[in-house]
């Protein structure tokens, strides 16, 4: 299977502060991309899709690259509560299993 | 969206035996996923299990260690067998509930083989 390449981290960051995470996938025919967040000792759970066009989510943006072949996620005006390691998910065309990236962690600290 | 439960949630088990995990969800979905989640790393498929057909092993993931049944659309178990320390982990099911895209995951299975 291709691979997905995430950071690990951690970012410590301020309240309030700006963030991005980058996940860069190898394979050229991926069709769906996805951020999932996991808390610690809990399972993953969704947070957005990628779209080709972007998407935002109040605070949350994520973006689709498709000529360099990554995705990126944009907290802004980070929270305590944003704490967390931020998973990178790919499909690759015409397949239904998922690649998950290792996972990038954030702490915010007050 | 897709709500599943596991059981057990946790469990201490000695080495040598075999533990059979269950996932239950609440809507039918064609596609399950059960997967392996060490310490500090990311998830590990272990296996697709689709109703009506034999489960699908990734690599390194075999019949005889983690026999999958899938008897219904809502419902599958993963048993570890022969259990050894390296064992030790969480196991995940999961669903798509459409095809080629999101999952979501049960609450997970923490092993602890001693």
């Known amino acids: 299977r291709k691979e997905v390449e995430q950071d690990p981290g951690p970012f410590n960051v301020p309240e309030g502060a700006t963030v991005a995470f980058n996940c860069t996938y190898s394979n050229s025919a991926s069709q769906s991309f996805f951020w999932y967040r996991q808390d610690c000792r809990k399972e993953p759970k969704l947070l957005m899709s990628v779209y080709s066009s972007g998407n935002e989510d109040g605070r949350f943006t994520a973006q689709l690259n498709r000529a360099s072949q990554y995705i990126s996620l944009l907290i802004r005006d980070s929270k305590l509560s944003d704490s967390a390691t931020y998973l990178c998910?790919?499909?690759?065309?015409?397949?239904?299993?998922?690649?998950f990236g290792r996972g990038t962690s954030l702490i915010v600290h007050p | 969206s897709a709500v599943i439960s596991q059981k057990p949630s946790r469990d201490i088990c000695q080495r040598g035996t075999s533990l059979t995990i269950q996932c239950q969800v609440d809507?039918?979905?064609?596609?399950m996923f059960w997967y392996r989640q060490q310490p500090g790393q990311s998830l590990t498929l272990i296996a697709t299990?689709?109703?009506?057909?034999?489960?699908?092993?990734e690599s390194g993931f075999v019949i005889d260690k983690f026999p999958i049944s899938r008897p219904n659309l809502t419902f599958s178990t993963l048993t570890v067998s022969n259990m050894s320390p390296e064992d030790s982990s969480i196991y995940l099911c999961?669903?798509?509930?459409?095809?080629?895209?999101?999952?979501?995951f049960g609450p997970g299975t923490r092993l602890t083989v001693t």
């Open positions: 299990a689709n109703q009506g057909s034999e489960a699908t092993y």
């Open positions: 809507s039918q979905v064609t596609m």
């Open positions: 999961s669903v798509e509930p459409r095809g080629g895209y999101e999952q979501y």
């Open positions: 998910v790919v499909n690759e065309g015409g397949s239904y299993i998922p690649t």
